[in-house]
């Protein structure tokens, strides 16, 4: 497309205090090696970092795990580390909790999701116990995220096309949002929390009000197949990537009002890989990186036309499998760090950190480069959200206090109830497979059930002939005088 080749050389007579952000790669002691990184080819990021931890899904055989890394441990990472291993099926996605930094959720293929706690240090032995075990897909997990406001709010997504909301509080499913027709693949909200959009493998773009499930907008992408959306903060701005008519790697700007019509559509190139976007509010920057690709190309983004500003691109010749992002409050202000990704080089079992870096020539804090940001503590608590209640997240200043932990603390609900019910449907009852390996599944595991009923309905029978006996002994035998 020509807007997007013009949309290019424009940054270099534009005026931005970005235009010139480089990134740096860290040093090889300060990467994490020798990671036995997950080979899965679900299109999933397969890491998560905090301001303390580093957790990234390793190849296992039988069930799924992931490492958790203390951050300042780097270099050489031990073959028999311990892992989080309580998975039955492969892990498909993790994700920190945004407001106590040692709880983690994992979803799986084993259809479940997963609350764990990482003790302070991180772990000396293999994890098997979860504190929290939420059942209510019957299907593989293939999304988690956190609610970015509220504490203990977790939204899952299963291949079972459904969208669970968890409140942690109880360990039960509160709410089901049961508007797509096939895979969902990918979520993002609003800063505050109130808008959820989705995009899906039905081709669809939604916006979403997440406690009513309503869906509010939709977009049916005919020459722009979806793949990933952010939302761009409070621009009322959404950015989707996907593939064009063409079959070329493709961005669109959208209002989040009217999704009728994108409001640009720019080409990036003609290569397969899926493109994930991040955005990044307190800069307005969004960068872009390719599954399989070393780059990773960044832009402005602007309220005005042109909308999107090309800025330059970070280039490095190992390909990315997936990608990190550290959250703000664990960056390094004193080096002018905008933004921090963990690449994942799978063929050289390699972790990298990649800094994001505003050339400055003063040392002393950039108040410019850091407004106020989103921080450690939650706005609302989980029956304020489930009420009805919005609320902007808590802002905090990167200048003082900046690794200060937070002090919330997780406390695991006792759960007994043995059947999740959301909208007068229970999810945990039987449900008809879908594909020839769930129905091989199911057979096999039916035909286990049936010899093992009948085995102990044999039994039953011996047991029952031996009292017959016993009885019939009894009868016949002569009455004690």
Not at 59 to 66: K, N
Not at 76 to 92: A, D, F, S, T, W
Not at 325 to 331: A, Q, S, T, W
Not at 420 to 442: F, K
């Amino acid at each position: 497309m020509t807007v997007g080749r013009g949309m290019s050389w424009r940054p270099q007579y534009r005026s931005s205090k970005f235009r010139n952000v480089y990134g740096k790669v860290a040093n090889r002691e300060h990467c994490f090696d020798g990671i036995p990184i997950t080979k899965n080819v679900h299109d999933n990021h397969f890491c998560a970092v905090n301001a303390r931890f580093l957790a990234i899904v390793t190849e296992s055989a039988g069930g799924g795990s992931f490492l958790v890394i203390p951050l300042e441990q780097t270099g050489r990472i031990e073959p028999n580390y311990p892992k989080v291993c309580g998975h039955q099926g492969n892990v498909l996605d993790i994700k920190w909790n945004p407001f106590i930094d040692n709880i983690i959720a994992s979803c799986s293929e084993d259809t479940s999701v997963r609350i764990w706690e990482i003790p302070e240090g991180g772990l000396k032995r293999n994890m098997t116990e979860a504190l929290l075990e939420l059942h209510g897909h019957s299907r593989r997990v293939g999304l988690v995220e956190w609610h970015p406001t509220t504490n203990n709010i977790l939204f899952s997504a299963g291949y079972d096309y459904k969208v669970l909301i968890w409140n942690l509080d109880v360990g039960e499913p509160v709410k089901m949002i049961d508007c797509h027709t096939d895979v969902i693949l990918c979520m993002s909200f609003n800063t505050d929390g109130s808008l959820l959009t989705t995009t899906c493998k039905d081709k669809k773009l939604r916006v979403i009000e997440p406690r009513s499930g309503r869906v509010l907008q939709e977009a049916n992408c005919k020459n722009h197949r979806v793949n990933r959306v952010v939302f761009l903060g409070n621009m009322k701005r959404l950015l989707t990537t996907g593939v064009s008519r063409w079959n070329t790697r493709q961005i669109a700007l959208w209002d989040q009002e009217d999704l009728s019509m994108p409001l640009i559509e720019e080409e990036i190139d003609g290569l397969s890989g899926l493109l994930f976007p991040f955005y990044d509010a307190d800069t307005h920057m969004l960068y872009l990186a390719g599954k399989g690709d070393g780059n990773i190309r960044y832009y402005e983004i602007s309220t005005e036309k042109p909308y999107l500003s090309y800025l330059m691109e970070f280039r490095s010749p190992a390909p990315q499998k997936g990608l990190g992002v550290m959250p703000k409050h664990g960056l390094d202000v004193s080096a002018c760090e905008v933004f921090r990704f963990y690449k994942l080089v799978t063929l050289k079992g390699l972790i990298e950190p990649i800094s994001m870096i505003v050339p400055r020539r003063s040392d002393s804090y950039q108040e410019d480069i850091y407004p106020m940001t989103p921080g450690t503590e939650p706005a609302l608590t989980p029956d304020e959200w489930l009420g009805g209640i919005n609320r902007d997240p808590v802002l905090m200043s990167l200048k003082e206090g900046y690794k200060k932990s937070s002090k919330m603390v997780f406390k695991a609900p006792i759960k007994e109830k043995k059947s999740v019910v959301v909208n007068g449907i229970d999810l945990l009852e039987n449900v008809p497979p879908r594909t020839e390996n769930e129905l091989l599944r199911m057979f096999f595991r039916q035909q286990d059930e049936i010899r093992r009923l009948k085995e102990e309905l044999a039994q039953k029978d011996i047991r029952i002939r031996q009292l017959q006996l016993e009885l019939k002994n009894l009868r016949n035998s002569p009455k004690n005088c």
